[in-house]
Every structure is written in structure tokens, then in C-alpha cells.
């Protein structure tokens, strides 16, 4: 069975540092690796969705990797902004999508 | 292009009684999920239709939840009797293939209180 682990639960940073933000997965058999947002009373928004056969994906700021045999990847926010905060959520798809619980992420102005 | 709806947006209701949410996808996506995401925790698939029919439902309590998409497009999720335990955001996606490996659209949610 799947399992999708994100350390830390939460983070709190200053405003215009870089941060990464962490996911791994105990099956590497995935089609492919998603990072969505949350954000409070709203659905998720997907960030970037990286094939298993791609190594990373850029979005703006945003920049994803992914290490499939070794279960891992991470979500890299540059020059972090207060509208950043939100819980960001990986996922994994295999037959369907696998979620972690995601990372709480709070931006100190 | 209008994304997915969901109605309602909040629900309280107390345990044993019944409640049903309601979902629009966005106009065209064949496939469609309701997640169960409980406070803490990711979302978690319930159910997934392939237009009007079940692809995926092995995770649906059946004795109390139940679900419908009815002419392949809206569709129904309604639990009965609910427990303190359904107490969740209910959330509805939908992508425009097969379910295969694509993106999913996420309606805004549901959120049930159960007392």
C-alpha cells in the first residue's frame, strides 16, 4: 500500500527566503508526482506535475524534482512572498492519486 | 471557463441523520472524484466515475455512503446515517479523459460538522 509522508507538518519562514519543502513515497512504481496548494476554505489548486520519467518541473518560483527510486522529491519556493502561505500537499499516481498530509507553510512578513 | 462546483459550501447536522452534497464538474470532463479530507490529514478518494459509470468505489463506506452521476455529469454523494467520524471537507474533482495520469480540477469543498 502507498504511503505519502511531507516533513515538516509545518514551517514558518521570513519573507524573500528560499524554502523546500519535502515529500516521500514508499512505492516508486508512480506514472507521476503532483504538488498541489490548499489554501483555507478552498479546494486544491495542482503547482506542477512531474512524469515519473522526468527528473524536475518549473513554475515561476516554484521548482519540483523528483527522485523515484529513492521515493523522494521537493518542492523548492524561491524568494518566498506572504501570498505563498498555504498548506502545500504532494500526491503520487498510481491507479489513483495518493495524498500526504501536507506542509503547513506560514510566510512572516 | 467555470471550474467544478459544489453545494453546500458548509453543513451541520447531528449524528443518525442524513445529508446529501451535490457536485458540477467543469463542462466536458468525463471522470469525476468525490475525496474525503479529514482536519490533519490528505484527501483521500472515496469514489471515481467514468461518465456515468463506477470506475473505483473500494474505499466508499457502502453502508452509509452513497453515490450517484446521473446522465454522466453532476453528480450526488449523500451519507446516511452519518457518524462524529464523517465530520470532513468533502471534495469533488474532475478531469476531462479517462482518469488515466492527468491533472484534476478541485471544486472549492464541502465541509460537514457532525454533532
Known amino acids: 500500500k502507498q504511503e505519502v509522508t511531507q516533513i515538516p507538518a509545518a514551517l514558518s519562514v521570513p519573507e524573500g527566503e528560499n524554502l523546500v519543502l519535502n515529500c516521500s513515497f514508499t512505492d516508486s512504481a508512480i506514472y507521476n508526482l503532483q504538488w498541489f496548494r490548499q489554501d483555507p476554505g478552498k479546494g486544491l489548486t495542482s503547482l506542477l506535475l512531474?512524469?515519473?520519467?522526468?527528473r524536475e518541473q518549473t513554475s515561476g518560483r516554484l521548482n519540483a524534482s523528483l527522485d523515484k527510486s529513492s521515493g523522494r522529491s521537493t518542492l523548492y519556493i524561491a524568494a518566498s512572498q506572504p501570498g505563498d502561505s498555504a498548506t502545500y500537499l504532494c500526491?503520487?499516481?498510481?491507479?489513483?492519486?495518493?495524498f500526504g498530509t501536507g506542509t503547513r507553510l506560514t510566510i512572516i512578513p | 471557463e467555470a471550474g467544478v462546483a459544489q453545494s453546500p459550501r458548509y453543513k451541520i447536522i447531528e449524528k443518525r441523520q442524513s445529508v446529501a452534497f451535490w457536485c458540477n464538474p467543469i463542462?466536458?470532463?468525463?471522470?469525476l472524484y468525490w475525496y474525503q479530507q479529514i482536519l490533519g490529514q490528505g484527501p483521500k478518494l472515496l469514489i471515481q466515475f467514468q461518465n456515468n459509470g463506477v470506475v473505483d468505489d473500494s474505499q466508499l463506506p457502502k453502508d452509509r455512503f452513497s453515490a450517484e452521476r446521473l446522465k454522466g455529469v453532476d453528480s450526488t454523494l449523500k451519507i446516511q446515517p452519518a457518524k462524529l467520524e464523517d465530520s470532513a471537507v468533502y471534495l469533488c474533482?474532475?478531469?476531462?479523459?479517462?482518469?488515466?495520469?492527468?491533472?484534476?480540477?478541485f471544486g472549492p469543498g464541502t465541509r460537514l460538522l457532525v454533532l
Open positions: 512531474i512524469q515519473s520519467s522526468q
Open positions: 474533482a474532475s478531469s476531462p479523459g479517462t482518469g488515466a495520469p492527468e491533472t484534476q480540477y
Open positions: 463542462s466536458g470532463h468525463a471522470t
Open positions: 500526491a503520487v499516481f498510481q491507479e489513483k492519486l495518493t
